[in-house]
């Protein structure tokens, strides 16, 4: 991978540019190296609770600029999702007040939990008053026949100091056991938030690469619809056999081979970032 024919970084948000409230060391470098070279930035994330101007508040609030239009969510990426797949349809969904606006500025009707009759889609993204009464009613739309979205699969959602809440995939994992039907999902790995934001940068997937912390989510993912990656590795993980395109253990390594690139290296790749091969330990 040649860092100098990118013309677009895409960046996993949870895990990768900032962990609860505290950012990744490194990274606002990296980001402000990237717009100095005029290199497209987007941020990308399964977050199934927010939309880019929620977002955009969060990573002002951090020291990092962006534009609304460079941040998308799998909750805003659902809503046209369902009415590409499904046309404008009635809805049985759970997540936050957030969510269910964008799937109703998508054009589709939202029904009663009390009413769930004549839904046509049930959707689900992370919901904090998930309990056992919605799980037996969305449970029985799906196994009545209902079609099944899930936002994400991810089965936690990170907080401070190695703290975790039950994520979205916990939730979708409870009505899939109890309908025995399992969902369409339109966050990453699956191609769907690949695809969408490809189309909000207008590159194709060869002009850009997928920086992530999480070999199946962002690697995998991305390189099934044939982006570059490159993988933030944490502490102590093998990738095993995924093969990144870059490995690096911190935003200060990347920033250094940015630079090299910049002054006409001729590879984006040093002894110890090279595909397939980890740096040693302590860097």
Not at 93 to 121: C, D
Not at 132 to 157: C, E, Q, S
Request: charged share 25%.
């Amino acid at each position: 991978m040649d860092l100098r024919s990118l013309r677009a970084f895409i960046f996993d948000l949870d895990g990768c540019v900032y962990v609860g409230e505290t950012l990744v060391p490194g990274v606002l470098a990296v980001l402000e190296r990237l717009r100095r070279d005029g290199r497209r930035i987007l941020f990308l994330t399964n977050n199934s609770r927010e939309d880019g101007a929620a977002l955009q508040v969060k990573l002002t609030r951090l020291g990092i600029r962006a534009e609304c239009e460079e941040i998308l969510s799998g909750a805003e990426a659902t809503g046209p999702y369902i009415r590409k797949r499904f046309g404008p349809a009635r809805l049985l969904a759970i997540g936050s007040e957030t969510f269910r606006r964008l799937l109703a500025e998508a054009g589709h009707q939202l029904v009663a939990l009390e009413e769930p009759h004549e839904t046509r889609v049930v959707v689900i993204g992370h919901d904090f008053e998930f309990d056992y009464r919605k799980l037996t009613i969305l449970a029985r739309a799906v196994k009545g026949g209902a079609a099944f979205v899930a936002v994400n699969v991810d089965p936690h959602l990170p907080v401070e100091h190695d703290q975790f809440f039950p994520g979205c995939g916990a939730l979708v994992a409870a009505v899939s056991l109890a309908s025995g039907v399992r969902p369409e999902v339109v966050g990453k790995p699956n191609p769907t938030l690949f695809a969408a934001a490809l189309a909000r940068i207008e590159v194709s997937p060869r002009e850009a690469v997928m920086v992530g912390d999480s070999l199946n989510s962002d690697v995998r993912g991305a390189q099934a619809v044939g982006l570059h990656t490159i993988w933030l590795a944490p502490p102590g993980v093998d990738p095993g056999e995924v093969q990144p395109d870059l490995t690096i253990r911190s935003f200060a390594e990347l920033e250094a081979l940015l630079l090299e690139a910049a002054d006409g290296g001729q590879s984006a790749e040093s002894p110890m970032t090279r595909k397939g091969k980890q740096p040693a330990d302590g860097l």
